[in-house]
């Protein structure tokens, strides 16, 4: 039997990426089966037989199979044109019948040409292709293109055909020529096709220029011929060192990469495509420095009070050394032990803090790097401050209506505001007679004598003055008042009685 092998019957190049090709494949196997020989083969003869024959040894329904395992050399990822099947009819019988309907099966199951028979025919699928096969001798052809589709994509797997004519009891028959003729005229099947001849381009998408320990590496391209990609390949290396396989042969385009603080961490990519064209590696194509360790932050220390109805927060820190570097500052804020309140998301390391009532403030505040690194809030406050607007409640002691000495304690007392700053100090003013106040003590005591040597009527008024510098206003009245008696002449105190007074007669 002749070898043959396919043959390449015109080529095209339609693009840099994209070659078309014609090809013709003849059979690795081809034989006919007769339902009147049910347990013979036929796997040597020269002939094709179809139909159904009557006449001579009576065959009875005959069916012809092929197979063209040739088909497998095809470049992987073609675009399937066209595929024609082609018999040349060498005898018909009757020699002048009207065209015969065939139609074409896949097969469903194996064979082989040396042993199959009637009996032990392959199962078939359903009909993919169909013609009249007259009686003038020559070509007939059968469009198989999307069963020979199916073969290359994988989506069916590939043991041949069958024709099957007209099987009814009568003599009508055609026969063709088998692959073991030593003529030109043997089966074939001819397949145009386009090939893609460029691989794809791939490439790792940008990373930032510091990443935590676990990041996203994605990569994408496109596939420069029609064939599309078949999967990636991904590499990595560490601090500039040799290149290390990551992922093989895989379809996704992202993947999660863990690696360690400090490190540099380089990747590339390639892509293959169907077609088996593989695009070669080329240098690092996405770069990223692995921070994992979290800024240290804290807020500078505040005045321990204030009465200011604003007050600036500051906060200060810094990334680990060689780190990624501080992105923004978290600052958060409680009043007097309540839930914490998230004030601040901010680059600058100060702002303005506007209490809106008086009370006790405490601050925290966290930094999170370029990495997305960040502290964990502890809850715990690293300043504070106290908020007191209100003003001591301060007032003088009474005082005897007359006093008879130079010296005399003059007491007063007071608070604060509950939770206030304290008191910090008191000032007590003074006047004789209703005439100008007089500034007399600025004390942090409660009872200072008061010495003078000129009686006269003296009236005494005080204030307190807070921790938060809250102060009362002089209200310039009498709080507590005392004459004083000291020289003479003395004060004496009288009794006035009345006088009955009569009338006299005259």
Do not use: C
């Amino acid at each position: 039997m002749p070898e043959r092998t396919p043959a390449v019957l015109s080529t095209q190049t339609l693009s840099p990426a994209e070659v078309r090709t014609v090809v013709e494949f003849a059979p690795s196997a081809d034989t006919y089966i007769a339902s009147n020989r049910p347990g013979s083969n036929f796997g040597s003869a020269t002939g094709l037989f179809l139909g159904y024959n009557l006449v001579d040894s009576n065959y009875g329904a005959e069916r012809t199979l092929l197979r063209f395992d040739a088909l497998g050399t095809l470049p992987k990822g073609v675009i399937i044109n066209s595929a024609r099947l082609r018999l040349y009819l060498g005898n018909s019988n009757p020699p002048n019948d009207a065209p015969m309907g065939t139609v074409l099966r896949r097969l469903a199951s194996s064979w082989t040409e040396g042993s199959v028979t009637w009996n032990t025919q392959p199962t078939w699928g359903g009909i993919r292709a169909s013609t009249d096969v007259g009686s003038s001798l020559g070509w007939y052809e059968w469009d198989i293109t999307d069963l020979v589709d199916d073969w290359i994509q994988g989506d069916q797997p590939n043991y041949g055909l069958e024709i099957i004519g007209d099987e009814r009891v009568q003599q009508r028959e055609r026969v063709f020529y088998a692959r073991e003729t030593s003529t030109a005229l043997y089966p074939r099947l001819v397949v145009d096709y386009t090939a893609d001849t460029l691989p794809p381009i791939v490439t790792v998408n940008p990373l930032p220029a510091y990443s935590p320990a676990t990041f996203t590496v994605s990569w994408s391209g496109h596939d420069q011929g029609p064939a599309g990609i078949a999967y990636y390949d991904v590499q990595y290396r560490v601090d500039a060192g040799s290149w290390v396989s990551w992922l093989n042969q895989v379809t996704f385009t992202s993947a999660q990469f863990t690696g360690q603080n400090g490190r540099v961490y380089q990747f590339r990519a390639r892509g293959v495509d169907t077609a088996g064209n593989v695009e070669a590696f080329g240098d690092a194509e996405a770069q990223t420095t692995v921070d994992t360790i979290a800024p240290s932050v804290h807020v500078s220390p505040l005045p321990p009070v204030t009465n200011a109805p604003s007050f600036t927060v500051r906060w200060s820190g810094e990334d680990n050394p060689g780190g990624s570097g501080i992105q923004f500052y978290d600052v958060q804020y409680r009043i007097d032990g309540g839930p914490w309140v998230l004030w601040q998301r901010t680059t600058a390391t100060s702002a303005t803090f506007v209490p809106p009532a008086s009370g006790r403030y405490e601050f925290e505040a966290r930094g999170v790097d370029n990495a997305s690194n960040y502290e964990l809030f502890t809850f715990q406050p690293e300043a504070r401050i106290l908020v007191d607007r209100i003003a001591p409640t301060v007032h003088m002691n009474p005082l005897p209506a007359v006093t008879k000495t130079a010296s005399f304690p003059v007491s007063w007392s007071g608070g604060d505001n509950p939770g206030g700053s304290g008191i910090q100090f008191y000032d007590v003013q003074y006047r004789i007679d209703g005439g100008e106040w007089v500034f007399w003590q600025r004390t942090t005591a409660t009872s200072v004598t008061f010495t003078t040597s000129a009686d006269g009527l003296y009236e005494f008024e005080a204030r307190g003055v807070d921790n938060a510098g809250n102060y009362e206003l002089f209200t310039f009245q009498s709080e507590a008042q005392t004459l004083v008696d000291v020289r003479a002449p003395f004060l004496q105190p009288r009794i006035w009685v009345p006088v009955a007074m009569k009338n006299a007669r005259r």
